[in-house]
């Protein structure tokens, strides 16, 4: 007796899971998600009720030269640490097929095309979703972009409210046209990496499609990409100074220097794109499984993003 879809799920997902990494549909397949995943920006957590990030926000305040040798020194108590909380958001995609999928898939050799291209749309559609939230302000929860690096600088993220606390800022630049657009990014690049080594500086640089292909049309008679693999693949990974260029098509035209020492998304450990129990559909000759995830995105230093957005 040939196996049910349900079966073929269940048995094959997690290979699918691993597998899948190439462009097999019309609205899919994220170079801003691969390069999360590729520069170590998507961490595996076990999570509790809130995710914190501790912040060491201020040199120690009692640090001074002395005018003498038996100078009195400061013996306040050094607070240099506080910490930034945020809330796991959470994240279902239901599959869904009917028994007359079966009926109409007698063989094996039908079944397993028809489960494996549910699963991956199913994969797909978690991953294009998170890639779209994060172009956003906040989705039923999640934190995106213009959260945690608004084009004011300011905000509050984390409980921490920037407009009082100064070191809780972000940079945010202006490009106007090709003309200026390299040197925004200059100045936002050195103001995140306020001169320190490259450790902290941008690493990754995301946008929409047309600050992209502005920037490139400033670079064709030197051209960079960052990697042959990339550019084989159809992802146009520019280089700006050290950090890599990507673009989204949900992004706009705001430019974003991020950092994944500064910026993260964090995700449950035990649950990231897990795939839950298959189920009969009450009242209906169907079935469903999900895919579930909890996760955040985060930052533990804002002054180490970056913004540069479009002019008037």
């Given at each position: 007796m040939a196996l049910s879809i349900s079966q073929i799920v269940a048995s094959s997902y997690n290979a699918v899971l691993t597998e899948m990494r190439r462009g097999a549909n019309q609205w899919a397949e994220s170079a801003f998600m691969r390069e999360l995943e590729r520069q170590n920006a998507i961490t595996r957590l076990s999570l509790g009720?809130?995710?914190?990030?501790?912040?060491?926000?201020r040199p120690a305040p009692g640090a001074a030269f002395l005018v003498t040798d038996m100078d009195t020194v400061s013996l306040a108590k050094t607070d240099v640490l506080t910490a930034a909380t945020f809330t796991p958001a959470e994240l279902s995609v239901p599959i869904v097929w009917s028994k007359g999928?079966?009926?109409?898939?007698?063989?094996?050799?039908?079944?397993?095309?028809?489960?494996?291209?549910?699963?991956?749309?199913?994969?797909?559609?978690?991953?294009?979703?998170?890639?779209?939230?994060?172009?956003?302000?906040?989705t039923n929860g999640f934190?995106?972009?213009?959260?945690?690096?608004?084009?004011?600088?300011?905000?509050?993220?984390?409980?921490?409210?920037?407009?009082?606390?100064?070191?809780?800022?972000?940079?945010?630049?202006?490009?106007?046209?090709?003309?200026?657009?390299?040197?925004?990014?200059?100045?936002?690049?050195n103001a995140a990496s306020k001169g320190s080594g490259a450790s902290l500086s941008p690493k990754m640089l995301v946008s929409g499609a047309?600050?992209?292909?502005?920037?490139?049309?400033?670079?064709?008679?030197?051209?960079?990409?960052?990697?042959?693999?990339?550019?084989?693949?159809?992802?146009?990974?520019?280089?700006?100074?050290?950090?890599?260029?990507v673009f989204s098509q949900y992004g706009?035209?705001?430019?974003?220097?991020?950092?994944?020492?500064?910026?993260?998304?964090?995700?449950?450990?035990?649950?990231?794109?897990?795939?839950?129990?298959?189920?009969?559909?009450?009242?209906?000759?169907?079935?469903v499984t999900k895919i579930y995830s909890a996760l955040q995105s985060v930052t533990n230093n804002k002054s180490r993003l970056a913004v540069v957005k479009k002019g008037p």
């Amino acid at each position: 007796m040939a196996l049910s879809i349900s079966q073929i799920v269940a048995s094959s997902y997690n290979a699918v899971l691993t597998e899948m990494r190439r462009g097999a549909n019309q609205w899919a397949e994220s170079a801003f998600m691969r390069e999360l995943e590729r520069q170590n920006a998507i961490t595996r957590l076990s999570l509790g009720p809130v995710i914190e990030a501790t912040l060491d926000w201020r040199p120690a305040p009692g640090a001074a030269f002395l005018v003498t040798d038996m100078d009195t020194v400061s013996l306040a108590k050094t607070d240099v640490l506080t910490a930034a909380t945020f809330t796991p958001a959470e994240l279902s995609v239901p599959i869904v097929w009917s028994k007359g999928d079966d009926a109409k898939n007698p063989t094996e050799n039908q079944k397993v095309p028809l489960a494996r291209s549910l699963m991956e749309n199913g994969i797909n559609a978690h991953d294009n979703l998170i890639e779209q939230a994060l172009f956003a302000t906040t989705t039923n929860g999640f934190l995106g972009l213009k959260t945690h690096v608004p084009v004011s600088g300011q905000g509050v993220d984390g409980g921490i409210d920037s407009a009082t606390e100064t070191f809780w800022r972000n940079y945010t630049g202006i490009w106007n046209s090709g003309t200026d657009i390299d040197a925004a990014l200059t100045t936002a690049w050195n103001a995140a990496s306020k001169g320190s080594g490259a450790s902290l500086s941008p690493k990754m640089l995301v946008s929409g499609a047309n600050p992209h292909g502005i920037f490139m049309g400033q670079l064709q008679a030197q051209q960079r990409f960052m990697d042959s693999d990339e550019a084989a693949r159809g992802f146009k990974v520019v280089a700006f100074i050290t950090a890599r260029y990507v673009f989204s098509q949900y992004g706009g035209d705001e430019i974003y220097l991020l950092n994944p020492k500064s910026f993260q998304l964090i995700v449950s450990r035990q649950y990231f794109r897990d795939r839950g129990e298959t189920q009969e559909i009450p009242d209906k000759n169907a079935f469903v499984t999900k895919i579930y995830s909890a996760l955040q995105s985060v930052t533990n230093n804002k002054s180490r993003l970056a913004v540069v957005k479009k002019g008037p």
